[in-house]
């Protein structure tokens, strides 16, 4: 399935801008209803993997979701206004709501313990720059933990799952955004992303050490980890 907020090319960041704002008042609402409220727990984990850091960035942040979960010092970064209002206008002044693009960081080498990631890395134009610039901005032997859709190795099941994303999500754009195409673009992302096993082999090619994830679902969500060498 196509979707015009998908585009490889040279807009590709453009057009995932003008997907988030389209959406960002129901951003959560409908994690909820695709998820069954499962992402929540998914998120939890996140957190938990990311161990106990003093300093951490929630990159891709859109809501603040995760960004909320952490008893830390957090810094939230998107490049999507409306989604930075959303996280914003939920009143927690200690977090840091910063507008930036991912593959350009605003801070210095070595300045978090942890950098986190929801449903963000498959929308980035470039993903080998934004690991490298994550890669950049952690501190030795920082974590980097990442969810977002995954891919079943069962072909039974992502054929059944891949069906789903198909034909359920559009129905959900278009009941909630107006537009079927803002929920069908996950099943385009996802078909040109190389979900938690590429990404597994792509962080260790850029040089993060202990890389692995972990699976739900049967693999069509999964959370990938590695840390920066000391």
């Known amino acids: 399935m196509e979707s015009k907020f998908y585009q490889a090319d040279e807009h590709r960041a453009e057009k995932v801008r003008e997907l988030f704002a389209t959406i960002a008042r129901r951003y959560d609402l409908l994690n909820d209803i695709m998820s ?74 070595n300045s ?10 498959r929308n980035l134009a470039d993903i080998e720059q934004g690991l490298q610039e994550i890669l950049r901005v952690l501190r030795p032997g920082g974590k ?43 099943l385009t992302s996802l078909q040109n992303y190389p979900a938690q096993r590429g990404i597994k082999e792509l962080m260790a090619s850029q040089g993060y050490c202990d890389c692995g994830f972990e699976e739900f679902w049967l693999g069509s969500m999964a959370i990938n980890y590695g840390s920066k060498p000391r």
């Open 36 to 109: 069954l409220g499962l992402h929540r727990r998914w998120k939890q984990r996140l957190v938990e993997l990311a161990g106990e850091p003093c300093d951490v960035l929630d990159l891709c942040c859109g809501t603040g979701d995760i960004a909320l979960r952490f008893r830390a010092r957090v810094v939230g970064v998107d490049f999507t206004e409306e989604m930075l209002r959303v996280a914003a206008a939920r009143g927690h002044s200690e977090i840091s709501w910063i507008r930036a693009d991912a593959l350009r960081l605003p801070f210095a080498d």
């Open 112 to 121: 978090f313990d942890a950098v986190t990631v929801g449903y963000g890395l």
């Open 144 to 186: 980097f933990v990442s969810l977002d859709f995954g891919k079943p190795e069962s072909p039974t099941f992502r054929a059944l799952y891949f069906g789903y994303l198909r034909i359920v999500l559009p129905i959900l754009g278009q009941m909630f955004c107006g537009d079927p195409d803002t929920h069908g673009y996950i």
